[in-house]
């Protein structure tokens, strides 16, 4: 889903389309899966379910996991979408911060949708 890109991301792409939420979400099973392969080093109990960090457009979101959103699409909140994406839903290259990245950017997150 997600290949090398930088030594901050991954790139991937997904089907971007509109959320009413106020945070972005994709598929609660990829969303588990990437976080093990891409956020844990696979030492004692770790949790999987802290939200990833992905780049759309010019913006970093925090992406949570959501049993109603299909497989291979992020649901990014309308007022974002519309910075980021011509005409939803299409796919989409989309960045995915690796861990410390990611760390670093919810460290100075204020509790908004966007990081």
Not at 14 to 21: G, K, R
Not at 44 to 59: A, C, F, N, S, Y
Not at 95 to 113: I, N, P, S
Request: charged share 25%; net charge negative.
């Amino acid at each position: 889903m997600f290949e090398q890109f930088s030594r901050g991301y991954y790139l991937g792409r997904l089907y971007v389309e509109p959320s009413p939420d106020e945070t972005a979400k994709m598929c609660s099973a990829q969303h588990e899966r990437v976080n093990r392969q891409l956020y844990t080093d696979g030492e004692g109990v770790e949790r999987t379910d802290h939200p990833l960090v992905m780049k759309v457009g010019q913006t970093h979101l925090a992406v949570h996991g959501d049993e109603q959103v299909p497989a291979d699409t992020l649901a990014v909140p309308e007022e974002i979408l519309t910075e980021a994406v011509r005409n939803p839903p299409t796919l989409t290259e989309v960045l995915l911060a690796k861990a410390d990245r990611a760390a670093q950017l919810l460290e100075f997150a204020d509790g908004q949708t966007g990081v």
